[in-house]
DNA sequence: ATTGTGGCCTGCCCGC
DNA sequence: TGCGGGCAGGCCACAA
């Protein structure tokens, strides 16, 4: 599911294809997917006319900046897609349809010479801004220094995960990216945030930024070595041990009880 | 303030 | 063969 790492392609994909060109029109058939009460008319108001100038990504928001100093902020949610002129930013994603279906077209900027910038959604978890509140994220996952991972974390009771899936203390880590990277830094999800000790810190640090890494070039959140794993009777491909299975952070969570500690 | 829970959304998959 | 229930998780509202 778009997690870091495919909003990083769709980026890069907004990037190559959709800088320096004019918005004609915008579609914006759902409504439920203008958040906070924004208004087709708002939308059509703040865009059309402008060139896109920018595509930045905080965490797993990515944001389209315009020449007259708008922005819009686009989020996808479990399912969704960019798709530029018809060039989708990833391949397949976890957990949805791998059909490309119009009618789950939930949102599109119309640009010049005939090219078109929409977010395909079949579960309408995503969802349209405009000026997104950037300072509301945590650093983003990327870029994130080991003193940012460490404020983060401290002074938490709560697990571990919750706090890596908390968008606001830290952005960019959703729950396939997770599972992958305790288990990378040898770490249970339910251990208190707090209770990391300074070479455990280190190594949370040290696999956030490889991980992060290698899922983006990869090109999926769900490309890690533990992802395909995460299925009843999974057993850790590091030794053997069969996965254990509960809730943390209200998400469903994978860990080796062997390794993981 | 912190932490946990439930609901939203809907395509897909499994069992009957 | 069709049907119904459960499942997936990013995000938000709400409660304790």
């Keep these: 599911m778009p997690e870091l790492p495919e909003v990083e392609a769709y980026r890069r994909l907004a990037e190559a294809t959709a800088l320096g060109r004019r918005i004609t029109a915008v579609e914006a058939p759902d409504p439920w997917f203008l958040k906070g009460g924004l208004a087709a008319a708002e939308v059509v108001a703040a ?16 944001v389209l900046d315009t020449d007259r100093g708008r922005a819009l902020g686009l ?8 798709v530029v002129d018809g060039t989708a930013g990833v391949g397949r994603l976890l957990y ?7 009618g789950w077209d939930r949102f599109a900027l119309r640009l010049a010479r005939g090219g078109r910038l929409r977010v395909n959604d079949p579960r309408r978890l995503g969802g349209v801004v405009l000026d997104p509140d950037e300072e509301a994220l945590g650093p ?26 908390d968008q606001t203390r830290l952005a960019g880590v959703g729950n396939l990216m997770a599972d992958e990277l305790l288990w990378r830094a040898a770490l249970l999800p ?4 707090a209770s990391l000790l300074p070479a455990e810190g280190r190594r949370l640090h040290r696999e956030l930024r490889r991980t992060v890494e290698l899922l983006i070039e990869r090109g999926g959140s769900h490309l890690g070595d533990l992802i395909p794993h995460r299925l009843p009777g999974g057993t850790c491909p590091r030794d053997g ?20 500690r």
């Design 75 to 82: 989020r996808f949610g479990m399912t969704g897609r960019l």
């Design 241 to 260: 041990t069969p996965l254990r299975r509960a809730t943390v952070g209200g998400r469903t969570t994978w860990w080796c009880p062997s390794h993981q």
């Design 96 to 102: 949805t349809s791998g059909r490309d279906d119009p």
């Design 140 to 165: 983003d996952a990327r870029s994130a220094t080991a003193a940012q991972l460490g404020a983060a974390l401290a002074g938490s009771a709560a697990p571990l995960k919750a706090r890596l899936l």
């Design 47 to 62: 865009l059309v006319g402008s060139r896109l100038v920018a595509a930045r990504r905080r965490g797993k928001l990515l």
């Design 190 to 193: 339910t251990r208190p945030a």
